[in-house]
């Protein structure tokens, strides 16, 4: 496998604190590496070490198979970068901030349209950014990391503080990035829905350690969704349905499936509905994050 | 490089730059206005005797602080909405991004400095001077003042990377800079407190034979040593810069 980026054992103390321990990062070519983790896991550390913004301990980075602290500057030309909170200029314009890193990028002019285009921002193009929603001001920052064409793109938590329109919006946009673009994204985020919509590898990241990392196909198996039912008799019906050879285990006042397939689903209710059974719910219990994590981090001790 | 300084002065065009860079002028200016030449000594040159009125809290007083304000500002639109990690996420080099910010604030000191002999021009031809104009000592005082501003922008810069506050910044420098009239008149501390350098340079002393009115020794040692001080030492401190 190709991977854009790959970092060895890579550690950042802040004082006796660890915030990024011993971290094998690898996001495959042309993949979107859902870097997920919870607030203060150590991200932001992480990306902002694979920017040479910060000296890592010990470990190293490699990026496009070059070594990060011989070969910053080549690297860096085709890396685009959007860190934690947005960066800009409050006293220009949307326009000028981009006006000041293309000019250090030295890409054509016509690429502040294009960008701006891109993020939807073409109409305030000529307001100071002062003014700007939070959104507004993502989005922007969103357009200066895409402003070189990067190879590879770094979205630190990109869809903070949008509405869910522009959420949405943004999703696509990165979404479209890999096939059209030849682009390798890294998105992180805090939230497992987010990932689980855009990424197509994950890693997962809890206090600076990787506790797993793998396809988003694998990271699915893990956090596999519940369906539960409750019905008037759950006795009966959990009797029922193990004689018909479903499986199903029973759980507090309801039943709980193991299948899940919409297929086997319909297929269950039908059998409820013409034996007579009434179904009061059926609900579809998300883990949350936090369980996803446990489970992970319980695994990770077992291997 | 070029791309650089381009940016960086793009980015400072955009703001009120130009309010700041005149305050000093005017008020040297001002000063030149209300200065009566018919008080100072007969034998002195018109031309010399208004430059050093003007001196006295043009270099005293507002060059070290004007310095210190574009220091600040130049730092400041980095440091308010995190500009530094945008920047410095770019394909460029801290060193070059420092040597940018420090050629540019050189480069608008002086400016100021030709504005302030502008003002010193204007001065002279609405009252009408009847004596010649001692070229060679006003450029000696202009450019000297201009070299004396090396080492004291070389550590306001580097206080201003510091300070993620533009006030906090700003009140240090009003704080050496105060001092500097008192400072100024010692021969021991004098010559070596960056903030007093600009006035000790721009000070019209007689006939020196020396390039500016500081004896080359002296420049080259004190201004000279501290300036590569300043520099190094800033330098390092933003290679350091976590952002
Ligand atoms: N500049 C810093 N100085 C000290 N501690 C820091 C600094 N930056 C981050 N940390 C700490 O490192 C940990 C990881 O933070 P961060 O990388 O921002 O996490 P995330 O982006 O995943 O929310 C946190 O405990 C945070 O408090
Ligand atoms: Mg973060």
Redesign the interface.
Known sequence: MEYVVETKKLTKKFGIEYAVADLDLKIPKGEIYGFLGPNGAGKTTTIRLLLGLMRQNTGTIKIFNKDLNSTRLEILKKVGSLVENPSYYGHLTARENLETLRKIHGAPKQRIDDVLDIVRLSDVGNKKVKGFSLGMKQRLGIAASLLNNPELLILDEPTNGLDPSGIIEIRNLIKRLPSEYGMTVLISSHLLSEIDQIATSVGVISKGKMIFQDSIEEMRMLSQQKISLKLDDNEKAWRFLSSKGVKVEPENDCLALVEQSDQEIAHVIRMLVENNFSIYRVEEEKRSLEDTFLQMTMEEKAV | MV??L??EW??LR??KIVYILLVGPVVGLIIGIFTNIDMLPLEMNQWVGTLMMMNLTYALLFLPLITGVLAGMICK?EH????W??L??????RGKVFVAKYFLLMLLILAIQVFYLVSLLGIGFAKGFTDTFPIEVVWKSILGGWVATLPLASLQLWMSMMFKSFAASFSVNVIFTLPTIVIVNSERFGPYYPWAQPFSMMYLSGDTNDIFFVPWDHLLTVVGGSFIAFFVAGFIYFQRK??
């Open positions: 791309s650089l381009r940016s793009y980015k955009k703001s639109y308010d909405a995190g500009g990690k945008q410095l996420a770019l394909p460029v080099t976590a952002v």
